[in-house]
Each structure stands twice: as C-alpha cells, then as structure tokens.
C-alpha cells in the first residue's frame, strides 16, 4: 500500500467503546440460541492439542468458552482448566456439561484472574468477538512468561452433505 493510501485509510489500533457495545449486543444475542447452539456446534477432536507445547500439569484458560465445546477437550488434557464466559446462559450449559472445569462469569477485556496466572490462554471460534487491544493486552497479562495464546477454529467438512 501506498503512503498516500496508507494516510487514506489508517489502521484500526482498537476498537472504540460503541464497537465494543455493539459487539456485546451481538454476542448477548446468542445467550438466546445457547441450547442450539450446544446441540448444532461441532466438537473439537482432543488432537488439536497434540503439537503445542504445554504440559499435562498446565492451568490453562478457556476465554469466551460459550457452552464448553473445547473446555471439555481441555480438561482431558491438562490439570487446571479455566473457562471464562460472559453469557449466563452459555456458562450455565458450560458448568453442567463440564463440572471438572473452574467458570467464572467475565470478558476478554476484563478477565477476572490475577497476573500470570495461567500457561496458556485458548480462545475458540471467539477470537473475533474480542481482537481488540484491550483484551490482548488482558491475554497477555494473565499468561506466564512463555505462556501460549492459542486461536482455534473449526471449518466445514465440504466432503460431507450438509443436513440442512
């Protein structure tokens, strides 16, 4: 890009406060459809977790867990899992579905944990709700030293025909 279209059209650094209540108003949206979306979400296979260097004994977190879908894989890897869900309706799903997890009601750009506090923090099909500056500088002071941020999404199977 050039300078001139660079000036043109600066970067977002963050979001402002209205992008972020829009996106709360969004994401309060599917509390409504927490039970579907429990039953219609795809599970993450436990083999995601294979290439990451983060030892069985680890506290890891679970940021914007909704109903629990890689909380659950997570706690059949790793000693201390946290999962950490705004909506009351997904995090009522969450705690019954996965009781060996620890839910706490809170935000990415608000974590309720202390400062290096967790070996790594995974945010799943969620990142997008909260890539914001606040919420990475959140990630990063609740991660130990060399702790890992983990992004995860899942796709389509586009070999197998849609149920719909």
């Known amino acids: 890009m050039s300078r001139a279209a660079a000036d043109r059209n600066p970067p977002d650094a963050a979001l402002t406060a209205v992008d972020v209540e829009h996106a709360l108003e969004l994401a309060r ?45 997570l706690t059949r890897r790793y ?12 995090r009522a799903i969450l705690e019954r579905v996965v009781p060996e997890a620890e839910a706490l009601a809170g935000r990415a750009e608000a974590i309720p944990l202390r400062d290096g506090s967790v070996d790594a923090v995974f945010a ?34 586009e070999s197998r025909p849609s149920p719909l």
């Open 29 to 73: 949206s599917f509390d409504l459809a927490a039970d579907s979306y429990e039953r219609t979400r795809p599970d993450y296979p436990a083999a995601l977790l294979d290439p990451l260097p983060i030892p069985a004994d680890a506290t890891v977190l679970d940021l914007g867990a909704g109903t629990g879908k890689l909380t659950r894989v």
């Open 79 to 90: 000693a201390h899992v946290i999962a950490v869900e705004p909506l009351d309706g997904m």
């Open 124 to 157: 799943a099909q969620a990142f997008h709700w909260f890539a914001n500056v606040e919420a990475v500088a959140e990630i990063a002071r609740v991660l130990r030293p060399g702790g890992l941020f983990c992004v995860v999404w899942n796709e389509g199977d």
